[in-house]
């Protein structure tokens, strides 16, 4: 069975532009959740989706963004891009919301800022 | 304020030679303490779940323990292929809201 993938690895954008990352859940899993991780907050909840639907969030500004399709494959978005950007974005799929127990993370997107 | 405090930051062991990990936390309403493991240049990887005060959890080299302020992941008899990042996480509610809250993690190297 295929595990969770994100588009693309590696990125860098510049301050000021926005940027969008993908992320392809394990096929039957309808929740998933993004996470950002940097060397000095460690990892940190961004939001949950279910059902086209977000579900659960963490305290990030309005900059931060998602979306899920009707396929469980959910997109996150980044405006205004600042150099405290910069970290690697991972997400995790799971069958149900709420189920942390039961995620299974993708190998993450590195977004460079400058 | 929610928050979660793993120490050591970094444990360097033997092998062989058995450890624990501490994971602290303050959060209003535990809805589950979570343990994972992190390897470089990947994603954690979910190790276990606990729910609950006396609550006990074993894997392989590994159990983890819960009391209503701290976890422990005991690893016994380590073997350098145990050597990762393990990070723990609880759950809170906020705002309407269920989150994730990780601590910064424990660094494990484990030498042969």
């Known amino acids: 069975k295929a595990g969770v993938t994100q588009t693309p690895r590696y990125l860098i954008k510049t301050r000021g532009q926005q940027v969008t990352l993908s992320c392809s859940p394990i096929s039957g899993h309808r929740s998933v959740s993004w996470y950002q991780q940097t060397p000095g907050q460690g990892l940190q909840f961004l939001f949950e989706?279910?059902?086209?639907?977000?579900?659960n969030k963490g305290n990030f500004p309005g900059r931060f963004s998602g979306r899920q399709f009707s396929n469980s494959r959910s997109e996150m978005n980044v405006s205004t891009l600042e150099l405290g950007d910069s970290a690697l974005y991972l997400c995790?799929?799971?069958?149900?919301?709420?189920?942390?127990?039961?995620?299974?993370f993708g190998p993450g997107t590195r977004l460079t800022v400058l | 304020e929610d928050q979660v405090t793993q120490s050591p930051e970094a444990l360097r062991l033997q092998e062989g030679e058995s450890s624990s990990l501490n994971c602290s936390y303050t959060?209003?309403?535990?809805?589950?303490l979570f343990w994972y493991r992190q390897d470089p240049g990947k994603g954690p990887e979910f190790l276990f779940t606990l729910y609950s005060a006396g609550e006990e959890k074993e894997k392989e080299r590994l159990k983890a323990t819960l009391t209503k302020k701290e976890s422990f992941l005991h690893i016994t008899a380590p073997k350098p292929e145990d050597s990762a990042t393990y990070l723990c996480a609880v759950q809170a509610r906020s705002g309407g809201y269920n989150k994730l809250i990780f601590g910064a993690g424990t660094r494990l190297a484990v030498h042969p």
């Open positions: 959060v209003s309403g535990l809805r589950g």
């Open positions: 989706y279910f059902s086209e639907t977000q579900r």
């Open positions: 995790a799929s799971s069958p149900r919301w709420d189920t942390y127990n039961e995620q299974f």
